[in-house]
């Protein structure tokens, strides 16, 4: 008889529970038992882990074995703890040590000649692992994923390599990964944009402030193209935020590139996409678009032609910053702080308003379509503005484009800096309580804002919102006090309230 316990983590959401691994070998007919809530990919493992250790000169036992995945009612699924169970057996046996299991987690699939294979969501475990003072062993091709976290990160090939390392035969090297340096983000410049004066405006007020956008315009008017130019100018992540963004990347199995993993993530999905598709699910929840775009931008593109229930979803992540995934089998929580750009045409047709189109829609039609963008959804727009066609003079090759990017994102960071010092944070997630703090406006601001909000009107959410938006205005002119003109300014790019449709 033997006993071997090895310790490992399960992937429920961006969540890294740890599972304690009991093998026990006893007397009897030789069987391979699996217990602890592991659904099929787990209890397929002994075929796995048997043609693993034999293929790697190992004996497989011929005994009696049972392998345990503790806590047993937590479900167990993946390859993820092919390593630590194929390792339990060799030690339950006696094979090798069971005491150079100590202080270890393993994570991989086994393929049946003993080699490594990567397994999805090793970042959060690792990072939870390494908190926990323990050095990680990984496949070689989670290697770059495991070394974000930043601590005792080994890498093996296969079975072989795990067990040499353990008896001290091979070199038991740290696994390091050179991060590129925080650059400017690579990508379409604004000097592209001719024309568009305001609604590049309004592109560096979302960016400096980080609030949600909606573009709504005629067709071919730059709408997609302001929106494609925003990861540009906004700031590069923090490692906090880099690896949070990762981590969403390793739970859905994709690969990390450490040389822009400090670029904000960009999601576009098409206007067919389901309520699933955005904010994740499925029988093992995973996560969606909004999820994918944490710490980045969502771009939602055609915005009144996705289906008014998948827009309805996005209300809650929108304001907690986060969404819970339930199923029959339990909960799973994903972050989902993203910024949200949408672009839409005014009308069905998409030339209400254009002075060189001829819009045939009846005014209900206009309404009908207007009306899958709900106004509580609307609420959550900060900034919403109309996109008219650029004049001819200036779509000419040499027509002056404006400012490029490098420009406008560095008054971006200079905004942005300055939020940071004063509250930790960008305008746009300051909390009614923070906003009433650093909210500092003279008495002519206050008094054309609560005349806005009486004529328009606006509800209590828009009311707040437009105050964030004016701070962010005011901290891109680089002052203190809130001004007349930064409350205008603001209140000018919410275009499609009640009284402005």
């Known amino acids: 008889m033997g006993l071997a316990i090895l310790t490992s983590r399960a992937k429920i959401g961006v969540d890294a529970p740890p599972v304690t691994i009991e093998v026990f070998l006893s007397g009897g007919l030789p069987t391979f038992n699996v217990v602890g809530l592991a659904e099929t990919a787990v209890r397929e493992s002994k075929d796995r882990v048997r043609g693993a250790i034999m293929s790697s000169g190992f004996k497989f036992p011929q005994e009696r074995i049972t392998v345990n995945l503790g806590p047993a009612d937590m479900k167990k699924t993946g390859g993820r703890f092919d390593l630590a169970i194929g390792l339990g057996i060799l030690a339950a046996a006696g094979q090798i040590p069971a005491a150079t299991l100590d202080g270890y987690e393993f994570y991989g699939e086994l393929a049946l000649n003993g080699a490594l294979r990567p397994v999805p969501g090793v970042l959060p475990a690792a990072i939870k692992a390494l908190q926990a003072g323990k050095t990680v062993i990984v496949p070689d091709d989670n290697g770059a994923e495991a070394a974000l976290a930043s601590g005792d990160v080994l890498i093996a090939h296969s079975l072989l390599d795990v067990t040499a390392i353990l008896n001290g035969c091979k070199e038991r090297a740290p696994y390091c990964v050179e991060l590129?340096?925080?650059?400017?983000?690579?990508?379409?410049?604004?000097?592209?944009?001719?024309?568009?004066?305001?609604?590049?405006?309004?592109?560096?007020?979302?960016?400096?402030?980080?609030?949600?956008?909606?573009?709504?315009?005629?067709?071919?008017?730059?709408?997609?193209?302001?929106?494609?130019?925003?990861?540009?100018?906004?700031?590069?992540?923090?490692?906090?935020?880099?690896?949070?963004?990762?981590?969403?990347?390793?739970?859905?199995?994709?690969?990390?590139?450490?040389?822009?993993?400090?670029?904000?993530?960009?999601?576009?999905?098409?206007?067919?996409?389901?309520?699933?598709?955005?904010?994740?699910?499925?029988?093992?929840?995973?996560?969606?678009?909004?999820?994918?775009?944490?710490?980045?931008?969502?771009?939602?593109?055609?915005?009144?032609?996705?289906?008014?229930?998948?827009?309805?979803?996005?209300?809650?992540?929108?304001?907690?910053?986060?969404?819970?995934?339930?199923?029959?089998?339990?909960?799973?929580?994903?972050?989902?702080?993203?910024?949200?750009?949408?672009?839409?045409?005014?009308?069905?047709?998409?030339?209400?308003?254009?002075?060189?189109?001829?819009?045939?829609?009846?005014?209900?039609?206009?309404?009908r379509y207007r009306g899958k963008i709900s106004g509580p959804l609307l609420d959550r727009i900060d900034i919403h503005i109309e996109v008219q066609r650029p004049p001819v003079a200036a779509l000419r090759p040499n027509a002056a484009g404006g400012e490029d990017s490098a420009t406008v994102a560095a008054r971006v960071a200079t905004a942005r800096a300055v939020q940071e010092r004063r509250a930790g944070k960008s305008n746009a997630k300051l909390s009614a309580a923070e906003l009433d703090a650093f909210y500092v406006a003279e008495d002519e601001s206050l008094a054309l804002l609560e005349k806005a909000a009486t004529q328009l009107p606006l509800s209590a959410r828009a009311f707040k919102r437009v105050q964030r938006v004016s701070r962010t205005i005011a901290d891109l002119a680089g002052s203190q006090n809130v001004s007349v003109r930064h409350t205008a300014e603001a209140l000018g790019m919410r275009q499609l309230d009640p009284k402005t449709r």
Not at 269 to 284: D, Q, R
Not at 346 to 359: A, I, Q, S, T
């Open 180 to 367: 590129a340096a925080r650059r400017p983000p690579i990508g379409p410049d604004l000097l592209e944009v001719k024309g568009q004066d305001a609604a590049k405006r309004a592109l560096e007020v979302a960016a400096a402030g980080g609030h949600n956008l909606l573009f709504i315009g005629p067709p071919g008017t730059g709408k997609s193209m302001l929106a494609q130019r925003l990861p540009g100018i906004l700031p590069p992540l923090s490692d906090a935020e880099a690896i949070e963004t990762a981590a969403i990347n390793s739970v859905l199995g994709q690969p990390i590139d450490v040389n822009r993993w400090r670029s904000r993530p960009f999601r576009a999905p098409h206007h067919t996409a389901t309520a699933v598709a955005l904010v994740g699910g499925g029988a093992e929840p995973r996560p969606g678009e909004i999820s994918r775009a944490h710490n980045g931008v969502l771009f939602l593109d055609e915005l009144a032609e996705f289906g008014r229930h998948v827009l309805e979803v996005l209300r809650e992540p929108l304001e907690r910053g986060r969404i819970t995934i339930s199923r029959a089998s339990g909960q799973a929580d994903f972050p989902a702080r993203f910024q949200l750009i949408a672009a839409m045409n005014p009308c069905p047709c998409g030339y209400l308003g254009d002075r060189h189109g001829d819009c045939r829609c009846s005014a209900e039609a206009v309404r």
